[in-house]
């Protein structure tokens, strides 16, 4: 065997998510218009657009509240049409919310595994895995980048940016494959979002697809591995880290010509960003 064939070769991203031409109509107004848009295992893509552009409707198909008129969704590249949340949390998509709820006065812990105890026996002698589920709280809380936390503490006692993470934490250690975060639009302070950044790193780590709506282009830059950038419900930009720098997406972020001119020079440069 030849030392060129015996190489190891990367391997390639693929498909976690698939968009393909998903339109979403309220009344006769298209909120989503011709959606396309593949969204990789492995890899951050971050939707990017002023109110009104159609991030939130995106958001809202991919986690089951909100179904689709035309076009596909396709899940590791077989379409699904979710009729709930549940739907989407069971083929293994989940989203963060940007108002997310806890239960305050419950522990840690047991926010972590709420509805999901793990026990120890057999029935009838059952019963809770407390010290179990301690453990693998604080696991997965490391795991994301939130270290020395006492599972006991209630849940009250964590920071925004903790809670946050606590809800990407879950969603690795119960097996999700993708997850939609939906950050507030109101600003954060630093040490919040290079928290929850530290959890957003962690998952993309764990290769799963990770999409993220943002309304900081730097952040985004700083984040992210492609850019979907949505205008008034359709695609204006489709790009990669690799097609602009954090004050070209900034400068995009505003719309207008030059978005358009960008747009249209580097779709003649690669076809396939148009069919994407």
Not at 57 to 74: F, W
Not at 82 to 96: L, Y
Not at 149 to 167: I, M, N, T, V
Not at 232 to 239: C, D, E, P, R, S
Request: hydrophobic share 45%; glycine share 10%.
């Amino acid at each position: 065997m030849s030392t060129a064939s015996s190489a190891v070769q990367p391997v390639a991203p693929t498909p976690g998510l698939e968009m393909r031409g998903l339109t979403v109509r309220h009344g006769n107004v298209a909120a989503l218009a011709r959606v396309s848009a593949t969204l990789m295992a492995g890899e951050i893509t971050c939707i990017l657009g002023e109110n009104g552009s159609g991030k939130s409707t995106v958001v809202a198909v991919l986690s089951g509240l909100l179904r689709h008129d035309e076009g596909q969704l396709l899940v590791d590249g077989q379409p699904v049409r979710f009729r709930s949340p549940r739907q989407a949390r069971d083929v293994g998509i989940a989203t963060v919310w940007p108002d997310l709820a806890v239960a305050p006065l419950l522990s840690v812990w047991r926010n972590f595994f709420l509805g999901a105890e793990p026990t120890r026996g057999v029935w009838p002698l059952r019963r809770l895995d407390v010290d179990g589920a301690r453990e693998a709280t604080v696991r997965a809380m490391a795991r994301v980048g939130v270290t020395g936390l006492d599972p006991d503490q209630p849940a009250s006692a964590l920071q925004a940016g903790e809670r946050q993470s606590l809800a990407v934490a879950r969603a690795l250690h119960f097996g999700a494959r993708a997850l939609i975060i939906d950050e507030p639009e109101t600003p954060v302070t630093v040490a919040r979002q290079t928290l929850f950044g530290q959890a957003i790193l962690a998952a993309r780590a764990q290769g799963l697809a990770v999409v993220v709506v943002t309304n900081n282009p730097r952040y985004a830059h700083l984040i992210g591995d492609r850019f979907l950038l949505l205008a008034h419900g359709h695609v204006a930009g489709n790009l990669t880290r690799d097609d602009v720098d954090a004050d070209i997406l900034t400068a995009l972020m505003a719309g207008g010509e030059r978005l358009n001119t960008l747009t249209d020079a580097l779709t003649a440069l690669h076809p396939e960003l148009g069919n994407r």
